[in-house]
């Protein structure tokens, strides 16, 4: 065994969560194939959007929307089949424009 590993009793019991909040240091956006992307100027800020995003990634500032929060947006798509203005359309995540707010 070479220096770096570690023994099975140094692992923690698979399934336990040591830390709280740890979900927000795992960056869940990597497992994306499509994004979100976001139309303001069509935007009512009703927060629907908001309300059914699995990972709360749809940002909000000040009372409205700001942005969506790529790094923890895994891409479901569920924001913009639900917005009532259909101005989130998901495209092709092609690793750009990744960063958290992105979209404002
Ligand atoms: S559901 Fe659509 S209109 Fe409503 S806040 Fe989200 S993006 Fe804006
Ligand atoms: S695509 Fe899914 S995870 Fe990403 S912001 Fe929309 S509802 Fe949330």
């Known amino acids: ?12 019991i698979g399934g336990l969560i040591l830390e709280a909040g740890s979900a927000k240091k795992y960056e869940t956006g990597d497992w994306r194939t499509h994004k979100p992307v976001w139309d303001k100027e069509k935007c009512s800020n009703c927060m629907i959007c908001w309300i059914y995003c699995p990972d709360a ?21 569920i924001c913009a089949h639900e917005c009532p203005r259909k101005c989130i359309e998901m495209v092709l995540d092609t690793g750009e424009n990744g960063e958290a707010g992105a979209g404002e």
């Open 1 to 12: 065994m070479s220096a770096v590993e570690k023994g099975w009793k140094d692992v923690p």
């Open 57 to 77: 990634s749809i940002l909000i500032k000040d009372g409205e929307m700001s942005g969506i929060d790529y790094k923890h947006c895994k891409g479901c798509g």
